[in-house]
């Protein structure tokens, strides 16, 4: 039996956003068309969105390897119809991206997902904490590092709520603290080492950190839960666990790389899609309709949650 490691679309909405990813692909779209799927869509999404008081939506199809369909359905601000090239916010779907980075720079040998990371970097919040040795990128990027999910938590102040690897907790603090480190590491700023390892081989042109000229007129405006459209966040710097903005089309583009572990090596895809701490199995099998809806492995992987079945992988990422 061949096991098999799914990405399969991303949908990119004004309040939230998720991804789930596939790395083998099989063909054969029988009735299941893009052209059939597209009129299904229009169709139905328009009401959906009004009905759910969502100001839009961009939808991006991956099948048979390649991106089949591209669609976009409301107003990117009041008055102004979105498209397939207007500016999401993606949150938390920010951290795949930048534990892609952390790994390709570890397939090139040019850091190790197990080596200190205090040798090159030390928050000074945690300096006096002998267990800030512990941490690792690996640690880092499956959620292990013993930080909250931001400092705000912990009054401001960076600090561990247990030691590094002794549980699960997810932390864009983590996220922020293996960044930190690949600079100090590389020499490179982090947003730099995202454009020439990432953005720029895969052809994603429309993603940033930070703000661009090209943003002009193109952000697809948030709001609040009764549809009052609220300012955009953008970064002045980066923040590589959160408001990155992409396209659902880029976003898509950036997947398709994951099903071919591009520019990975054999030990850093595979070490990805493993589970490297279980979390949060017990909840997902109480909720599943029927017991073969709940996974047989349930974690975090390198920068993916990772749910295991007999015969499939999925990687998914939520924000």
């Given at each position: ?212 000229p090209w943003f002009e007129g193109r952000i697809a405006v948030p709001t ?57 199995k017990a909840k997902v099998c109480a909720a599943a309709q029927t017991r ?28």
């Amino acid at each position: 039996m061949i096991h098999q490691v799914r990405v399969l679309s991303a949908v990119l909405l004004v309040l939230s956003s998720s991804a789930c990813t596939r790395l083998h692909t099989t063909s054969g779209a029988g009735d299941r068309a893009p052209e059939a799927r597209r009129s299904v869509l229009d169709r139905e999404v328009p009401a959906l969105l009004t009905e759910q008081i969502i100001p839009s939506v961009s939808i991006a199809q991956i099948e048979d390897g390649r991106i089949v369909m591209a669609a976009a359905y409301g107003e990117q601000s009041p008055g102004v119809p979105v498209s397939t090239t207007s500016l999401y916010n993606i949150a938390s779907m920010a951290k795949p991206i930048s534990a892609e980075v952390v790994l390709r720079l570890a397939s090139q040998g040019r850091l190790s997902l197990d080596e200190p990371m205090y040798r090159y970097w030390t928050d000074p919040d945690i300096a006096h904490d002998e267990r800030h040795k512990l941490l690792t990128p690996r640690l880092a990027l499956s959620h292990q590092t013993g930080f909250a999910n931001w400092r705000r938590e912990t009054g401001g102040v960076l600090t561990f709520k247990h030691a590094p690897g002794a549980a699960y907790g997810y932390s864009g603090e983590g996220i922020e603290y293996v960044a930190r480190f690949t600079e100090k590491k590389t020499g490179a700023g982090f947003e730099t080492l995202a454009q020439t390892l990432v953005f720029d081989p895969i052809g994603m042109r429309q993603t940033a950190y930070t703000r661009r000229p090209w943003f002009e007129g193109r952000i697809a405006v948030p709001t609040d839960v009764a549809g009052k459209s609220l300012e955009p966040m953008i970064a002045g710097h980066y923040i590589a666990s959160d408001l990155v903005y992409s396209t659902a089309t880029d976003y898509a583009t950036f997947m398709l790389s994951l099903m071919h572990d591009t520019a990975l090596s054999d030990d850093v895809a595979r070490a990805r899609r493993t589970i490297q701490v279980p979390s949060g199995k017990a909840k997902v099998c109480a909720a599943a309709q029927t017991r073969a809806y709940c996974p047989k492995g349930f974690g975090f992987g390198l920068g993916w949650e990772v749910i295991q079945f007999e015969d499939a992988t999925y990687l998914m990422h939520t924000g």
